[in-house]
């Protein structure tokens, strides 16, 4: 398979980094974002530009696409100067937004439509995967599709699991998210007590990151919390947005999920409260300010 042309709508926090990758990897990628001053260093680094999404995925054969909200979703996709307007048959389409199982359903079935294929992969790992090329992406939709896209996917990806037709890698990023949202409270929690038991955190994590407590987010979000460092990984704005969309799937399906309700209703607090621009971690905050 020849080096496909790229267009990657969407170059924030983990855009930028897997665009980084794409032009590493010698793929020719244009690009659009919202705010072109926020691109430059994508620029610099050898993608092109395009003033509108649909100059951008005119004439490309893979159109990835990692923005905001699932209204984001709806607008690159679907507006006159959209993605599904101006896309070529054959091409295809990724959505590496965390959004709705449902929207993802609808873009395939009008991508079908026009001839143009599509998978939902969102992606799990943050800004430290997306820079070393480690994400876990989760994906649904046509199978020869993710096989045909799997070359492309390990340029920036290292777990990349086909889940089943579309919709179903939003619904595994939902489970990704739900695990995420206790556990960040359990890592604050833990990282509050030993302040005030008066542990020294650095060996508070030498001892539990590696036992049975460990997980991503106390390996990678628990030293940033100890450096007081609350830059976004993963912005709270976005995380409160996926717990929404989790929530409304689970109500749904009929099941219940107090955990997750609970780390909605904290994060919720901390957006009101002006964290929102934050990453996941500074959830510490509601700890330590009382």
């Not at 998210?177 to 990282?191: D, F, H, K, P, Y």
Request: include cysteine.
């Amino acid at each position: 398979m020849g080096k496909e042309k790229i267009a990657f709508i969407g170059t924030g926090v983990m855009g930028s980094s897997i665009v980084k990758h794409l032009v590493n990897a010698n793929y020719e990628v244009t690009i659009f974002t919202r705010t072109k001053e926020k691109a430059e260093s994508v620029i610099a680094h050898g993608a092109k530009w395009a003033d509108t999404v649909g100059q951008a995925v005119k004439e490309a054969d893979l159109i990835f696409t990692m923005v905001g909200y699932p209204t984001d979703v709806e607008e690159v996709y679907y507006t006159e100067n959209g993605i599904l307007a101006n896309a070529k048959k054959g091409s295809v389409l990724i959505d590496m937004t965390t959004s709705s199982p449902e929207l993802a359903k609808r873009i395939a079935a009008d991508g079908e439509l026009r001839g143009i294929d599509s998978i939902d992969a969102p992606v799990s790992g943050g800004d430290v995967g997306a820079q070393n090329g480690t994400l876990s992406i989760m994906c649904g939709g046509n199978e020869q599709t993710f096989k045909r896209l799997l070359p492309i996917f390990e340029v920036f990806g290292k777990q990349i699991v086909y889940q089943g037709d579309a919709g179903a890698g939003q619904h595994t990023k939902m489970c990704n998210q739900i695990a995420i949202s206790t556990n960040m409270i359990g890592v604050c929690e833990a990282l509050a007590y030993g302040k005030a038991a008066g542990l020294d955190a650095e060996t508070i994590l030498q001892s539990i990151s590696s036992g049975a407590a460990g997980s991503w987010s106390l390996s990678n979000l628990a030293p940033r919390i100890i450096k007081e460092d609350f830059e976004p990984g993963f912005f709270v704005k976005h995380f409160l947005k996926d717990m929404n969309i989790a929530l409304s799937e689970a109500e749904l399906m009929g099941i219940s999920l107090p955990g997750l309700q609970m780390a909605r209703d904290m994060y919720d607090k901390l957006v009101e409260e002006g964290y929102g621009e934050n990453g996941t971690q500074v959830l510490y905050k509601r700890y330590i300010e009382k």
